[in-house]
């Protein structure tokens, strides 16, 4: 399978905690976002990666989230502390950097926080 | 920033024709994009635009005026499996390039 792999899918954990969430871009992929989506609404920009460099993160992220991609392959977010208002679905997506921009998106990993 | 504007819901039946709206509020616009997204599954991308008029992939088509700041997706001959959510995405003209997404429209595609 050449698409994006996230694992894992399902996370649930007690408030406090730290979780972290791996990403396996499409290989061929420069780029790499993480978004995230609660119930009803759309993707939100959380943070992105060209390479392995961290160029762009969502001002509404807090210094309890952090994400890395060394040697510009796989990336993981890791949310310490986790507050009941981190509940969501953490988007990984990958693109190639061409015009349409296009993303593609793996499954997702769902976090409840207890 | 970025804040885009579709409606929450739209009902059609099989066979018909469906437009979803999308007004976007951008301060660096570089293209539009749709993705469909079925329950419990990932985004999948349908289409995109740079620049004004049509793009036409199949039965689903999408439109943009730049100079309105509005887009729209049709989708034709309308199947049961069309029913999931449809966003819409404003593309920044940055480096990162990064997609900011609507809320969503929900389509019911009833036989």
């Known amino acids: 399978d050449t698409g994006v792999s996230q694992n894992p899918r399902h996370k649930i954990t007690k408030r406090g905690q730290n979780v972290t969430f791996r990403c396996d871009p499409i290989?061929?992929?420069?780029?790499l976002y993480w978004y995230r989506q609660t119930l009803g609404q759309g993707p939100e920009f959380l943070t992105y990666?060209?390479?392995?460099?961290?160029?762009?993160k969502s001002r509404l992220l807090s210094d309890r989230f952090s994400a890395e991609r060394p040697k510009g392959s796989f990336s993981t977010l890791e949310i310490q502390r986790t507050e009941q208002g981190d509940s969501a679905m953490y988007l990984c997506?990958?693109?190639?950097?061409?015009?349409?921009?296009?993303?593609?998106f793996g499954e997702g990993s769902r976090l409840t926080v207890l | 920033g970025q804040s885009l504007e579709q409606p929450s819901e739209v009902t059609a039946v099989e066979g018909a024709i469906v437009q979803i709206n999308c007004t976007y509020q951008?301060?660096?616009?570089?293209?539009l994009s749709w993705y469909q997204q079925h329950d419990g599954g990932a985004p999948t991308f349908l289409s995109y635009?740079?620049?004004?008029g049509l793009e036409e992939t199949g039965r689903f088509s999408s439109f943009l005026s730049r100079s309105d700041s509005y887009g729209y997706l049709l989708l034709q001959e309308l199947q049961m499996k069309d029913s999931a959510s449809y966003f819409c995405?404003?593309?920044?003209?940055?480096?990162?390039?990064?997609?900011?997404f609507g809320d969503g429209t929900t389509l019911t595609v009833k036989p």
């Open positions: 997506a990958s693109s190639s950097g061409l015009q349409t921009g296009e993303l593609f």
């Open positions: 290989s061929e992929h420069n780029r």
């Open positions: 990666f060209q390479n392995e460099a961290q160029l762009e």
């Open positions: 951008t301060s660096g616009f570089y293209g």
């Open positions: 635009n740079a620049l004004d």
């Open positions: 995405a404003v593309r920044a003209n940055t480096n990162a390039g990064k997609s900011t």
